[in-house]
């Protein structure tokens, strides 16, 4: 799984996805109201610690597979 991240400027960050674990990923950007997806492969974050809550919650997710 990988993630490469975007700076759309004015805080809002894109973080491009390549996993097929992307359904489950914004599953739960849906519940916990932590970013958005915007198209098949990428999802967007309004801030900072949005971005840094879904990595702390994927890569190690990622990691623990």
């Keep these: ?3 490469r991240i975007e700076d759309r400027g004015n805080g809002v960050k894109w973080v491009q996805i ?3 674990r992307i ?4 599953q739960w950007c849906r519940e916990t109201g932590c970013g958005k ?3 098949f492969k990428q ?3 309004r801030n900072e610690a949005e971005l840094t809550m879904f990595l702390m ?4 997710d990622s990691n623990m597979r």
């Design 1 to 3: 799984m990988t993630f």
């Design 18 to 20: 390549d996993s097929p």
């Design 23 to 26: 359904k489950d990923m914004a």
């Design 37 to 39: 997806q915007v198209n």
């Design 43 to 45: 999802i967007s974050f």
């Design 57 to 60: 919650k994927w890569q190690y």
